[in-house]
């Protein structure tokens, strides 16, 4: 069982907004400015796409953001698009020097 | 551009040690950097396994800290993980990256591509 929960899936129409939660504890999400969102398509390696809560990497679209809220992170995909369609997994430090991970959306475009 | 790259068997027998190395291209495993391995269960979650600083720190999840040894090769640009005591739990995909972010558990980029191992007789 992850230490970050996540819905198991989400899902939207093209052009549409989503928005994926990741809820945590006082001890990871809660404690600390280091949620960061991966996008992991099918066979393939993860891949950053939201870091520090809300900032993006160089070469990752503007369609993707991030944000906080006491113990939940969120990840809102705007103007969704076919290519959008993959897993993703929420993360964030933990105390003592621990690394925690939710179990995983299943982001589907309809 | 930083590539990482994993190798090692790709079956292990219960109750051995699995033993992986990450050759790292385009960069120096030694130029002040952390490196650190994630692993990932067929068709289950992530899991951070732990990460090595360039100074031979290394920082473990509990969970697993008693059966982990990560370590690194500058010479080689190459950084390793053993694990020892292996089960059936510990088939995963395992995966070699680059901690972001100043310290060892930030945010994770690169990822290497990944190389399966199973466990079993």
């Known amino acids: 069982q992850s230490a970050l929960t996540q819905p198991p899936s989400a899902s939207g129409s093209p052009g549409q907004s989503v928005t994926i939660s990741c809820t945590g504890t006082s001890s990871d999400i809660g404690g600390y400015n280091y949620v960061s969102w991966y996008q992991q398509h099918p066979g393939k390696a993860p891949k950053v796409m939201i870091y520090?809560?809300?900032k993006r990497p160089s070469g990752v679209p503007d369609r993707f953001s991030g944000s906080k809220s006491g113990n939940t992170a969120s990840l809102t995909v705007s103007g969704l698009q076919a290519e959008d369609e993959a897993e993703y997994y929420c993360s964030s430090y933990a105390a003592s020097n621990n690394v925690e991970f939710g179990g995983g959306t299943k982001l589907t475009v309809l | 551009q930083l590539q990482l790259q994993e190798s090692g068997p790709g079956l292990v027998t219960p109750s051995e040690t699995l033993s992986l190395t990450c050759t790292v291209s385009?960069?120096?495993?030694?130029?002040?950097?952390?490196w650190g391995w994630i692993r990932q269960p067929p068709g289950k979650g992530l899991e951070w396994i732990g990460t090595?600083?360039?100074?031979?720190?290394?920082y473990y999840n509990p969970s697993l800290k008693s059966r982990v040894t990560i370590s690194e090769d500058a010479s080689k640009n190459q950084l390793s993980l053993r694990l020892s005591s292996v089960t059936a739990a510990d088939t995963a995909v395992y995966y070699c990256?680059?901690?972001?972010?100043?310290?060892?558990?930030?945010?994770?980029?690169?990822w290497g591509q990944g190389t399966l191992v199973t466990v079993s007789s």
């Open positions: 385009g960069g120096s495993s030694s130029s002040r950097n952390y």
């Open positions: 520090e809560v809300s």
């Open positions: 990256v680059r901690p972001q972010g100043g310290f060892c558990c930030n945010w994770f980029d690169p």
């Open positions: 090595i600083y360039y100074t031979g720190t290394t």
